[in-house]
Nanobody
Framework: VQLQASGGGLVQAGGSLRLSCVVS????????MGWFRQVPGKEREFVAS????????YYADSVKGRFTISRDKASKTVYLQMDFLNEQDTAVYYCARGTNVRTGYDHWGQGTLVTVSS
């Protein structure tokens, strides 16, 4: 399984970005697709996840109401729509495939950098 993330970039505070993650290889209804982020010197943190089968979504409190995770089964792509971005959202964002909502991820993409300027 390979995960290819894209869509990062530089955006002003208050702006929006949409990240994409294309999944190659088998993905089953039992899988969970997640987005995580990491700032240099800090631990990687959970952002959002979605169940591949049923589409149930889960969010970190820090992004709830601003970020939206979705998936397109036909193209095997997971999206993270990020609105009302602020400087604290600046990080490298990773997509991953696992079996639990927040833990148990065993396949990771390469990361895409999101920089929010004031």
């Amino acid at each position: 399984v390979q995960l290819q993330a894209s869509g990062g970039g530089l955006v002003q505070a208050g702006g929006s970005l949409r990240l994409s993650c294309v999944v190659s290889g088998h993905t089953f209804s039992s899988h969970v697709m997640g987005w995580f982020r990491q700032v240099p010197g800090k631990e990687r943190e959970f952002v959002a996840s979605i169940r591949w089968g049923g589409g149930n979504t889960y969010y970190a409190d820090s992004v709830k109401g601003r970020f939206t995770i979705s998936r397109d089964k036909a193209s095997k792509t997971v999206y993270l729509q990020m609105d009302f971005l602020n400087e604290q959202d600046t990080a490298v964002y990773y997509c991953a495939r696992g079996t639990n909502v927040r833990t148990g991820y065993d396949h990771w993409g390469q990361g895409t950098l999101v920089t929010v300027s004031s």
